[in-house]
Each structure stands twice: as structure tokens, then as C-alpha cells.
């Protein structure tokens, strides 16, 4: 019940700006427009593997939707902000392990932002470009099963860097390189099969490609569940991760006298 009150008032907090957003979602459409219109200029000419023309539009108009629920979240969960104020004393002597609490507060936002930006961003998409969607009720199961799956990645890998803070004067580097490697290694703008092999196999010995590549592909029917092991895997060994980074913290924070 806790849990589910912290997501619920983030997500309420959010509501108070929703007029603001919709700028913010004009401006990401547009973005997402420029892509595939360069995208829909290369297919005149080429015939983009087995995307084509119209699969590429929708593999880019499904990215661009999912940054919001699977980058587009709060830098390192809010924690560099209360190591430079001293509040994450107060947040490690609560009575709540830090990892599930910043969670719980980060699944409002992800929901809230999957309800009134990705959603409105992807229907701009379905009727300008006139997109299809998945035939089967188990594509649906499998593309919310990922992106669930990428949502929680994200969470995970956000806490790490703000769990950095506490060894780093700054650590909004590793925010903006975090973004770097999702628009590189996660197929934000070009599939992962389509970089140079040697870089393909640095993606997928990260979490990025499941961030993004593998949802897309099982929404746009050219993946199985197969994937989603994949996903299964990162989530788990990224938890014990987070975990251990907890401990890590609050003996840094205990050993600097907070």
C-alpha cells in the first residue's frame, strides 16, 4: 500500500502540469517526424531491409513513444539532488529500503508520462502515417511485458548513477552519456542489425538493446518471446546490482558521518 500511494502521488503531482507537457509532446512529434520523413527519403531509393519504407516509419514513430517511458525519466531518481542537500541521510534512516521507495515514486511518473505523452505522441503517428498495429492479442502481451521489462531497466540504471553521486562531485555526465548509449546502442534511430558487427556485439552484451530495439521489434511482428529472456535476465542481475549499491551507500554515508 505504501508503495502504491508514493506511485500515485507522483503521477498525481504530474496531473498539475499537464498543459505544460503538451508542448513538450509537440516538440517530441516533431522530432519524431523529422526521423521518419529522412527515413521515408532513404526508401525512395533503397529498400531498407526487411522494415521497408512503411515498417521503418513505424519502427521510428514506436521509439520515439517509448523514450518516454524508457529514457525519458528522472535523473538518477532524484538522489544527486539529496546528496548535495544532505537529505539522503533522512532518506536511508526511513523505515523503507531506498531502491523499492524511489521506485515506487519513479512508476507514477513512467505511468503518467506512458498515459498523456506516449500514448497522444503515438496516435499523432497512426493517423498521419497511416500505421499498423499488431495483429494479435499476445503481441500486445509481449510488447507490455517489454516495455514494463525496459521501464524497470531504466529505473535500475538511473539509480546507479544517482547512487554515483556519493563518489562524484557531478554526476550528470553519466545521466547524459546513459542517453548517449540509448540513442546508440538501444536501435533508437537505427536498428541494431544494421551497425558494424563489431558494434552489434557490444550492444547486446549490454542492457540498451531491451531499453528500446526489443520492444519495437515485437510490435512491429519481427520478434518473438524469445526476447523477453533477455529482458528477464538484466532485470534480475540489474536488481542485485542496485541492491548492493544500496549497501555501498550507506556505508559511504555512515563513514562521512551522516
Not at 43 to 55: I, K, P, W
Not at 122 to 151: H, M, R
Amino acid at each position: 500500500m505504501l508503495y502504491f500511494t508514493l506511485a500515485s502521488k507522483a503521477y498525481a503531482r504530474n496531473l498539475q502540469y499537464r498543459g505544460a507537457h503538451m508542448v513538450h509532446n509537440f516538440a517530441s512529434a516533431m522530432f519524431g517526424f523529422m526521423y521518419a520523413c529522412i527515413w521515408i527519403g532513404l526508401g525512395a531509393d533503397h529498400a531498407l531491409g526487411e522494415y521497408g519504407t512503411q515498417g521503418m516509419v513505424g519502427y521510428i514513430a514506436f521509439t520515439q513513444s517509448a523514450l518516454w517511458v524508457t529514457s525519458f525519466i528522472t535523473n538518477g531518481l532524484g538522489i544527486p539532488q539529496t546528496v548535495r542537500t544532505g537529505h539522503i541521510s533522512l532518506d536511508l534512516m526511513r523505515p523503507v529500503h531506498l531502491f523499492p521507495h524511489l521506485m515506487a515514486r519513479e512508476w507514477g511518473q513512467i505511468a503518467y508520462q506512458f498515459v498523456y505523452k506516449s500514448i497522444p505522441i503515438y496516435l499523432v503517428y497512426y493517423f498521419v502515417f497511416s500505421l499498423q498495429l499488431p495483429g494479435t492479442l499476445a503481441s500486445y502481451l509481449y510488447v507490455a511485458i517489454a516495455l514494463i521489462g525496459a521501464a524497470y531497466l531504466s529505473i535500475c540504471m538511473n539509480y546507479l548513477i544517482g547512487a554515483s553521486a556519493l563518489w562524484t562531485t557531478e554526476s550528470s555526465w553519466l545521466y547524459w552519456g546513459n542517453h548517449a548509449m540509448i540513442n546508440l546502442l538501444a536501435g533508437f534511430f537505427i536498428p541494431i542489425e544494421w551497425l558494424p558487427s563489431w558494434l552489434q556485439t557490444i550492444a547486446w552484451l549490454s542492457p540498451y538493446p531491451y531499453l528500446l530495439y526489443v520492444p519495437t521489434r515485437l510490435y512491429l511482428g519481427f520478434g518473438d518471446a524469445s526476447y523477453l529472456w533477455g529482458t528477464l535476465f538484466w532485470c534480475v542481475l540489474l536488481t542485485f546490482i542496485c541492491l548492493a549499491a544500496t549497501l555501498l551507500l550507506k556505508r559511504k554515508v555512515e563513514v562521512q558521518g551522516g
